[in-house]
């Protein structure tokens, strides 16, 4: 989901893309509440502006949203206490720039003729305004600035019968990118859109069935990995078990190739693949396509070194923690003072200069976003005595914004979209600068290469190639009507 | 306003019948909220569970709602700054028994497809879920277990164009009581239903117009009283000036004659009269049909003051403030020990014996709901050597819920509904026990007299004749479907 | 007890004379916390910052101390289980201009080499800075900016054995006003001052012995008044009963007088007189010497009301409530933004005009400080229609600051100091403005007139002349050494 | 420093021994407060629990003392700007089980005779509480729970006259582990004890001089390291420059060995030694010592991967990321609900299945407490699919408690003083289980061996050799006075 407030250009604080939701239900145990707790903790990597968690007890639901980290909101006995029940859906969402408070926190609950639903949602719609706005003609009243709560209303206002009916001809107006998991009173629901750009698994847990978008929420729990949600499928669970159902037109899979390079915890496989295996075949790719002599691989922590544990072992080259991640440092950003805020990368790394001092550095990093943390970090490791420093990316270059549930900037705030390598090598003042080619990031996956034709992947972000189209961004009917409420509680 | 999942039978910490909400609202001068906030502060007494203000600046609505006093969540900067522009509206409502959240805090806001609207709505609707029954099955949903937002729902779903003529739609088709103050883009609205069973008056600060439930909230700000709205009358301010309609049926007014024993501020001017007047008169009723033989009138305070001071001026007897009020009780029965809860009285009352002791002691107070404050402070006054303890009550008997948007226990709770007055005297254990007859009411408010075919009044709480239908209340179909969310933020 | 860090002419928000603490302890009793709970809740007038207890359980102590109101602060069930035993004593205390934080708030605790100790202290030691001096050259130190924490040192450092000799050893090293509780592992200690200028109270419930400020705290429990404790007496209470010392030279009592115009809540008892009955006396004598051709007499509420009516009855003329005030408004004034705060006294109280227009008033109010707010009621009344407004001042002329424990402008803001009543009356803009005499004032509490020569009461705020040493106030050595920490937490 | 109410043997949540402290002072830099938020930011490692800062403005101190993180307590422009002046010193503790509340959150801060002083301490006396009888019996009051308060007093009864002087009284008088920052007026003062036990270096951050326990807190501000303090040393710095002194008998250097094994940050250096380089080395002696044939080398993250990587190094086996931790999971610990406790560390870690299955899998963690947790990872990876599990650590057997500063279960609680290496491998169901030596140890911190006479370093911990008395854990005069108050804020 995305606020309709923020634009899909803003940019978190720390110059990463950063996926905005994870979503974990389960249906048919004891304790229902607190085991989504634990599946959105594994999830929380996902998200870590807010939570929420609706459960049903068989007569009434219960809903607890709160701002803040899961392992602090949602770990008193009195809030799990509250939310009753053997069946339970989470959602953990990214801390957007604006903050627009509990209103839009997931799961969002709707009283409906017939009965509630609950509805979390990872992803981000493509067309929430303009059926927003139709269905605003016909008098529905939006509370939140949620493209979710759109969901909502076309279930509302299906004139279908029964709630697969309702929920089908609902995601079957949808564009964009979603994995949602609904709650009603009788059932669960799963469902990816036809180009499953984001992820959402099947698990089980000693019977009971579980939705989640990660393995690794189901590894915290011991529930087992059933499969991947197929894209376009929709699951519905009751207690008398699980249907699979397709509504929509069969398309050819875009997942987000995204979620490897970054998104995706390293432990969890997704679509198939373990992610820390694909991250260290992506640094071998890298080592082969930029080879560097050098003296040391050194990981920008945390996010590159699995790569560059990799790029080591294919380079024959020492790996070495050459700097070092202060892991207390994620909630300073969510409320930093200015002199703090100012002082800038050391918050969070340190450069370890014995390791560093006199050596041929190769530094490995995920991604380059505007590139302002790549300059302090590299600046960091020369202050430390760096004889040479080499950066290697662990994926193309970042040349366009995505539409599909991730935090970016705006396209000219990409450092790719307005400078060569060249340039950008300057701009960051690198001895060398490799980038893996899209080809490799394919090779990485699995693929022999990329098919221009048909990509296999969502690849947007490196290619401007959009899987759909992108119709509340396009035109002049481009209004974003709920911006008249600024903010509130 | 009401909660669904309040049964209006639900009863407050402390034996008193009590009003549910306060609304006021200001066009066109800097500082709005502001303005508001001193407002609200001053209709405190009509509801003290929270408080909410709209503002809109011109471009963008704001909206803040807290849990709390006015005079402790809307007296921080930082809150009155995001509260900009120069048009603002605000409710706050009454601590009813299920706590029911932020959910519920009004003005209510939606985004329709022609621009936001906040309602704030004091009184409740006796159709709110029959209505609400038939918009959800044309898909409408519903975030909040209030009545007002059916309003909402109303004013969106009508086919109407210009919004004077879709919120005109939307309010006749709502029964029961409510005085609103809506604000959109370019508008604010008030509007009493045709009963004008809750008070709403028009105010002028500057050439600013205000609405307000009692003219205490202009005099706070030194704000000019213009007039009360008239029963069925809807005003529409605009930056032209402002309007009158009236959308209804014509009906014969039926203002509720309780605001006067007890809801308004004495220093409130309603409908014409003077509240601490009309107490006063009412007093003085009091002692001519209920004389007695004694040495001193003493006040249940505060409520009781302005009666006992008519009583003892009818009466020529020495008015003494034979018991003290703690005023830093109030807050106590929010979250009260178990421990204290059961000291009961005299956490608010003390007896003031050397006022009391070998008195015959006159004890006027305005109304008997449950009996057993009368019967504790009884038992005070004697304990601190009352000689006689005649009690004057400044109401006749209460034998009826209030549907109206006043918190009643439910019927069979009233004392008065099951007891004859010797049986009450008995009760309470007094001397004697005397209430003000309908037809003294009626006088003290300037009436000759009761007129039984068309009463001038809404009185139900005493009479049981209520002047609309209850529909939501009659009948097999009254079903509460907002009840299956339980609790929530 | 007050801070170091507040001269005693810093002021209150709100144009008044402020006591500024109560005191309560219980022993032998269940739920002695609990009950503390109450008395404090009852003494509430006495100091609405913060509170804190002290409960021994038979091996431990435990405290819990708060910043708010009793009602809000120790009404949960969490904090009163922190505090278990069978003995507490208790402690509440005005809200300061610097708001020293938790540090100040009483009872303060210590462990002394044979035990714990907690002591809560009503009234100002006007030597407490110089024995602090001598203290802390022998290497005491101070982690409180109250005067109090020297009572523990001067018990920590006695050279006596025994916590009775000790505890006297310390007290006799005292100068100024103070009314003790203490608690200790096996005693609970009363002790006042030998001028007994603060009131304390025995009490008894059931058996268990209590200390209170005043007698209303031992109404809302219900428990019997014993009698006050003498000047200079001390008692110590154990399992054994109560034993009375008087460690200090016999002198003639000097009780603080403005206890009966203003501190005292009227239902109390202080030193053998009603204060209600004693303010009415008030108002009767300031209607013999300052009769007035009037229609109404209307009080200043809540202070003047006693008073007011008393000149009503002695005048023969109606009282009225003219003003009435917004119980609601307390805690305003504890955090209020600016805007608010500009609008000034119509927060508090409002005028009836109804009561008051084209009638000739009579304002009673307990006494003149600033003068600013008795400017703004006297316009707000005018306002209103007045045709006439005569003043009436409960007290004489407060012309001195006070050292004994009670929050008083500095000398040269009282407006008596540097204007005659003449011009007082121009100031404040009244047809006539009448005091009460300060013979007035001691016939009032009884006596046939004031002994000039050995002055039955202090009444040094309105005569100058103190009933101690001012040692922290008088020569060049007057030195704030605490004022060295200015805030924290 | 430590609280008296916690045993030394009290045990973390975690099953690691935890430091209990970080310290961080810096003299004549505009902010000097924001600077040592930095500061402590970076020591957060040594302490998570509450943190505390007091500045000093030229004429006043400021203090802010809060529970929890840095970076959510101190990152508010509000706390820093209260906290005003150039000069200021802070303290980060860890969470202790009985969680005294904020009095005992350091700085602590007293006023003495000749003016104001804070002191921080990390490390442990171990004769606090005799010391504290004997003050006790002389009259002092003790206010927190904390040894460190000790040192307050003894500066405070010192008969010397300037603080240089006075201080060096006070610590002559310490035994056990204390490196302390303290500012006075005039002056911060720095101090090791004699045996150097705890971490403090000197740092510069243009002129300004700074105290930190470890060289990251320099670097994370840019600051310049200049030395250690030696053991004994005493640093005082003025406006004029810093002063060195050496109060005590000259001893051996006894620097905690366990700082290098986990307590340190890898990216520190700590008395001459890079602390990651030492790992490492500690790695590659475990891998010479105790070699495994295997497929992949595995860290416990994050503490045993330095180690790790310099086993995988010389074993020339692959380095694998094969378990992945939760970086969010921290707070968690802090309030727990039970329904997650008892998940156990599948919160925390999570293996990665691919890498891991069919494999035979070098484990290596830093030590080995009471067990639990490695028993629940080793069954983590055997669930994951490993052949065999080889468990490494790097340390020898934890067989005793530290009383110096470190929270360690009592020495029943430790697995190794309680089985042999084979019974430990058997319960924790591992292939094979390698110790380091304690030789091999001091090889790794570059000794060619442990001097038995005279060891070159605490190592109490594997050794039981304790380098001083324990005097306040001997005989029959340990009783904890300080426990009669229970709890309180």
Redesign the interface.
């Known amino acids: 989901m995305a606020d309709a407030d923020d634009t899909p250009f803003s940019s978190g604080a720390d110059d990463r893309f950063h996926d905005e939701c994870g979503v974990f239900g389960i249906f048919g145990r004891q304790?229902a509440a607190?085991i989504v707790?634990?599946g959105l903790?594994?999830l929380?990597?996902r998200g870590?502006e807010a939570a929420g968690i609706v459960s049903y007890?068989g007569?009434?639901?219960?809903?607890?949203?709160?701002v803040g980290?899961?392992?602090?909101t949602?770990?008193?006995?009195s809030?799990?206490d509250?939310l009753s029940g053997t069946r339970a859906i989470g959602h953990t969402r990214y801390a957007t720039t604006g903050g627009a408070g509990?209103r839009n926190v997931q799961p969002l609950?709707?009283?409906?003729?017939d009965?509630?639903i609950a509805v979390a949602h990872n992803g981000n719609l493509t067309n929430a305004m303009t059926v927003q706005?139709t269905l605003?003609?016909?008098?529905?009243?939006?509370?939140s600035t949620s493209d979710t709560e759109t969901i909502?209303?076309l279930v509302?206002?299906?004139k279908e019968k029964d709630i697969n009916s309702r929920f089908t001809e609902a995601v079957r107006q949808l564009e964009g990118a979603f994995s949602l998991v609904a709650l009603t009173?009788k059932k669960m629901i799963g469902c990816r859109d036809p180009l499953g750009i984001r992820p959402l698994v099947l698990g089980d847990l000693d019977g009971a069935w579980i939705l989640a978008s990660e393995t690794?929420a189901l590894?915290?729990?011991?529930a087992r990995f059933v499969r991947d949600l197929k894209p376009g499928e929709m699951v519905v669970v009751t207690t008398k078990g699980i249907e699979s159902f397709f509504p929509f037109e069969p398309q050819k899979s875009r997942f987000c190739i995204f979620e490897y390079v970054y998104f995706a915890?390293?432990?969890s496989?997704v679509e198939g693949l373990?992610v820390?295996?694909v991250r260290k075949r992506i640094g071998a790719e890298l080592a082969i396509e930029n080879p560097v002599d050098a003296d040391i691989v050194v990981p920008v922590p945390?996010s590159g070194?699995?790569a560059a544990?990799g790029f080591a072992?294919q380079a024959n080259l020492?790996?070495?923690?050459g700097i070092?991640r202060?892991?207390?440092?994620?909630?300073?950003f969510i409320?930093?003072?200015?002199?703090?805020r100012h002082?800038g990368v050391?918050?969070k790394h340190?450069?370890?200069?014995?390791?560093i001092e006199g050596k041929r550095v190769v530094l490995v990093d995920d991604s380059i976003v505007r590139g302002t943390t790549s300059q302090k970090i590299v600046q960091m490791v020369r202050d430390a005595g760096a004889k040479e420093v080499h950066m290697r990316i662990a994926s193309p270059p970042t040349r366009a914004s995505c539409f599909y549930g991730v935090d970016t900037p705006e396209k000219s705030k990409l450092l790719a979209s307005r400078m060569s390598i060249a340039e950008m090598a300057d701009f960051i003042r690198v001895d060398s600068l490799g980038f893996l080619s899209i080809e490799g990031l394919y090779r990485a996956v699995g693929e022999t290469g990329r098919n221009s034709d048909q990509p296999q992947f969502c690849d947007a972000c490196f290619t401007g190639e959009y899987p759909t189209r992108l119709l509340d961004f396009e035109g002049a009917d481009n209004v974003r009507?709920?911006?008249?409420?600024?903010?509130?509680?």
Chains 1, 2, 3, 4 share one sequence.
């Not at 949602?74 to 006995?77: A, G, I, L, R, Y």
């Not at 609950?109 to 003729?113: H, M, P, S, T, V």
């Not at 590894?219 to 011991?222: K, N, V, Y």
């Open positions: 304790d607190a707790t634990l903790h594994a929380q990597h870590q007890d007569s009434q639901f219960h809903v607890e949203r709160h980290l899961i392992g602090d949602f770990t008193k006995q809030v799990i509250r509990l609950f709707a009283e409906l003729a009965g509630g706005r605003q003609k016909l008098g529905a009243i939006f509370t909502l209303h509302a206002t299906s009173a690794c590894d915290i729990i011991g915890r390293p432990d496989s373990n820390y295996d945390d070194t699995p544990i072992q020492p790996f070495e923690l070092i202060n892991h207390y440092v994620g909630r300073t409320q930093p003072g200015d002199s703090i002082m050391k918050l340190n450069a370890n200069r014995k390791m009507t709920l911006s008249l409420l600024a903010s509130g509680t």
